[in-house]
Each structure stands twice: as C-alpha cells, then as structure tokens.
C-alpha cells in the first residue's frame, strides 16, 4: 500500500485540487504505472473550465508515458503481443472499451463505444485513478497499453500524445491523402500539427497550415507545411485568396479542420475543390452552428466527414511513426513546456491560452 498524489477535479470552474489517497497492489490482470510524462491537452482545459461536462471528482489526463512497476499475476505481454516487465516504459491512452456493444463487436469501433470510461476517480482508495495526472495510474484489463521500444524518444512520442492517434484516425476515416493532393490543415496546436506531418509523409503536393502564433506556424514549417498563414494577421478574404492561389484556383482537395472553433467550418467549406474532402477533426468540444447550403455539398460532390477520438491501431501507429521519423523531424522540441504535478492547473491554464507548443505534467 502506498500514498498517490493526484490532481483532482473536484468541480468545473474550480482549481485544480492536489489529492492523496492510499493505492492498492496490483490485481491479478492489472498494470500499476508510475508516470513519467502527462500530456496536457486542449480538452483537459475545456473540462476544467466546464465547456465539458463529466461526472466529479474526476482526475484528468489522458495522455501518458510511465514505467511499470506492478505486474498483475496474469499479465506477461502488451497489447501487441510484446513480453513485458517491471520497468518498461509503456505509452497508453486511459480508455477503456466495453467490448459488449454493438460499436466494439459489430462495427468494430470502440472509438464509439458508449459505455466508455475516460476519466474515473475512486475517491475512497480502492483503486488507482485511471486519469494521468498522478504519480501513479492504474491499468485495468482491457485498456490498451503498448511497450516503447527503445530507440523512441519519450519526449517525442509524447509530444503528440493524443494528437497523432486522433489525426491517424481521421485519415483513416477519410481514406488516406492521395500523393499530390492540396491539402489545408486549419488549427496549428498538436492535432493540427500531427496531421501536417502526416499529409506530409503521405506526398501531398501542398500543405497549407492556417494558425498561430508564430511558434506553432514555425513548427508546421518544420513537419512539412509548404505554406503557413496566420490568422491573426489576415482576413478571411485574404486567406481564401491565398488559397485560391496555391491551388490554382481549384481550392483544396482535402481540408482538415483541427482548430476547434466553428468559424473555421464556416471559412474552410468553401475552399474545398471540386470532389473534395473536407474533414472535421477539433470541434466536438465546440457548440455552435454554422449555415450550410446542402445543394452546395451535392453539385459539387464534396464530403464532410467527422472523426471523434481514436482506436488501439492509431496509438500503436504513433509509435511506429515517432519511431521512424523523430531523427528527420524535431518531435521532442514540440515539448516545451513541463510542470510538476502541484503545478497542474498552471499547466491547464497556459495551454487555455495557447502558449506552449506542448505542456507536460511531470509527477
């Protein structure tokens, strides 16, 4: 039995609250991590501030990288078949499928799962939280967790901890970027940034990141963005103009909407060429409407295709492309930012106002 910190969400609006409870062994099926690296993301800051709502107390994180330090009894390999013991460095996302739905049997999708658990909290110390904001977290049978092979920097796996996963899965919902396509990505946080890398990887003839600030748009230009506009310094206007321009007129064969705000559909729609694609990726977390003409969609064949969270593949896939491209790309420098688990909600509050390519929690 051993004390764990963790950061607790006690109630939306509220700072963050440092907890300690008392935390158990390891069951027989389960994993107990130390945590080494915590992901801050955009939706832990939209849960903080109440843009989302989930049961409380809840400990945030869903992003992470730690070290094994219990094995339950039955537990010999990873999620990949890889054999693993007490003090490998592991990388998993704290979802936990039912695998007893129609989403995660038929359709084979636990992305749709709808008895999914994200975040838990046992606030009497039976278990280990399941959020990463802790120094230690706990892995139950059936969540997907995946050994780190030696020669993948930590830092650079984290540094798109959620973001490649989820943008690995929109593109399989798309069916792929086809090699010479023009493609727009609009948002330049880490999502926006793991889909510019990817189409990049892919061979797209054009890849045009619209965001800010300026260090992100640095970054896309680092990860394989031939153009970079920011959107604090243009109008709309001129954006499409420029777009117009890349594309020869045409607009863009695929569209990638990771800024999670309903003004970018309401701008990006109309820059979709003919037959085009446009994807949205950021704007589960963002209410709001925007008018849409429908003939508009059909006289000029052009799809809209949504994409929520991710699946084991994506999470697996991200390893295997940290794994390949971090000595030709600069993936840990996206790490910019690291706090202490006592300093979490100075972490939330920061990525709420965009300054670090990416927060890490530290425990």
């Known amino acids: 039995?051993?004390?764990?910190?963790?950061?607790?969400?006690?109630?939306?609006?509220?700072?963050?609250?440092?907890?300690?409870?008392?935390?158990?062994?390891?069951?027989?099926?389960?994993?107990?991590?130390?945590?080494?690296?915590?992901?801050?993301?955009?939706?832990?800051?939209?849960?903080?501030?109440?843009?989302?709502?989930?049961?409380?107390?809840?400990?945030?994180?869903?992003?992470?990288?730690?070290?094994?330090?219990?094995?339950?009894?039955?537990?010999?390999?990873?999620?990949?078949?890889?054999?693993?013991?007490?003090?490998?460095?592991?990388?998993?996302?704290?979802?936990?499928?039912?695998?007893?739905?129609?989403?995660?049997?038929?359709?084979?999708?636990?992305?749709?799962?709808?008895?999914?658990?994200?975040?838990?909290?046992?606030?009497?110390?039976?278990?280990p939280p399941v959020g990463t904001y802790t120094e230690y977290a706990w892995l139950p049978d059936g969540m997907t967790f995946f050994k780190i092979p030696q020669d993948v920097p930590a830092e650079a796996l984290i540094a798109f901890g959620c973001a490649m996963p989820t943008a690995l899965h929109a593109l399989d919902r798309l069916g792929g970027i086809q090699y010479g396509q023009n493609v727009i990505v609009q948002g330049s946080g880490p999502v926006g940034l793991a889909a510019t890398l990817l189409a990049h990887l892919a061979g797209a003839g054009s890849v045009t990141v619209l965001g800010a600030p300026a260090n992100r748009l640095e970054m896309a230009e680092k990860l394989g963005a031939t153009t970079v506009i920011d959107v604090t310094k243009t109008t709309e206007q001129e954006r499409a103009a420029a777009v117009m321009e890349i594309t020869d007129g045409r607009g863009a064969d695929v569209i990638i909407e990771a800024a999670g705000r309903v003004p970018a559909f309401t701008e990006g729609l109309p820059l979709v060429a003919t037959n085009g694609t446009y994807v949205i990726l950021g704007l589960w977390s963002a209410p709001g409407t925007s008018p849409v003409e429908p003939r508009y969609l059909n006289n000029r064949n052009i799809s809209v295709i949504g994409s929520a969270y991710t699946t084991p593949r994506h999470m697996y896939n991200t390893i295997q492309i940290t794994r390949m491209c971090h000595q030709r790309f600069p993936l840990a420098e996206m790490v910019t930012h690291r706090f202490s688990l006592e300093q979490a909600q100075d972490a939330i509050d920061a990525v709420g106002r965009g300054e670090p390519l990416k927060a890490v929690i530290v425990p």
């Open 1 to 127: 039995m051993r004390n764990v910190k963790r950061a607790v969400l006690v109630k939306p609006g509220s700072p963050l609250e440092i907890w300690e409870r008392p935390t158990p062994s390891a069951s027989s099926r389960d994993v107990i991590v130390s945590v080494e690296m915590s992901g801050v993301c955009g939706t832990d800051h939209h849960l903080q501030s109440g843009d989302i709502t989930l049961p409380n107390p809840m400990v945030l994180g869903h992003e992470a990288i730690g070290r094994i330090e219990e094995l339950g009894s039955e537990v010999t390999t990873d999620y990949a078949g890889e054999p693993v013991a007490v003090g490998d460095l592991v990388y998993w996302q704290p979802a936990l499928p039912c695998y007893r739905c129609y989403y995660c049997t038929v359709l084979e999708d636990v992305s749709m799962c709808p008895n999914l658990v994200t975040y838990q909290l046992h606030q009497h110390g039976d278990k």
